[in-house]
């Protein structure tokens, strides 16, 4: 979970792929890009969780569905890390990218797609958990794995 959060993510996958033997593994997790949502740094939210009326800021708020507002372009915006369980809350910079950008990027360095899974909780996460809820009906992240090729396509 951190290549959404390199600016330069093009030069990181290259190295990745330099360093590789061939047949090599490339396996990575990030937000998943048709479902990010938060604030941009310029523009506004990316995309917004709605709810059931009423319940907006309850803590059994149920949401409804994810309003998609922007997916196309990088978008830059600055997230915050302030959960219980974090000593010292602290602030990232992260950027929205479409699964083409990141596809791209990895066909451009020599690496080819494999396999993908969007990782869903699990019940008993949900009822630890209840701000998991709505990754029940939209995937929060995405898993890739890409190959190293014969040749490098820079």
């Given amino acids: 979970m951190a290549l959404m959060d390199i600016e330069r993510y093009e030069d990181a996958i290259s190295q990745v792929a330099r360093v590789l033997k061939k047949d090599g593994r490339f396996v990575f997790s990030i937000t998943h890009p048709c ?3 938060g604030d ?4 506004g939210p990316i995309a917004e969780w709605k709810y059931e009326e009423g319940t907006e ?4 708020r149920e ?3 994810l309003e998609v507002r922007r997916y196309f372009g990088i978008t830059k915006s600055r997230v915050s890390w302030d959960m219980k369980r974090i000593v010292r809350p602290f602030r990232t910079t992260s950027f929205h990218r479409t699964l083409t950008d990141y596809f791209q990027a990895l066909y451009k360095s020599g690496l080819v797609v494999t396999r993908l899974v969007e990782p869903k909780p699990t019940s008993k996460g949900v ?7 709505k990754h029940m009906i939209i995937p929060h992240s995405i898993i890739i794995e ?3 090729t014969y040749r490098m396509h820079c």
């Avoid at 800021?57 to 059994?60: F, G, K, L």
């Avoid at 009822?127 to 809820?133: A, G, K």
Wanted: proline share 4%.
């Fill in 57 to 60: 800021n309850a803590p059994e």
């Fill in 35 to 37: 479902f990010e949502y």
């Fill in 40 to 43: 941009a740094a310029v523009g």
């Fill in 63 to 65: 949401a409804m569905h």
């Fill in 127 to 133: 009822s630890e958990h209840l701000s998991l809820r």
């Fill in 146 to 148: 890409a190959r190293r």
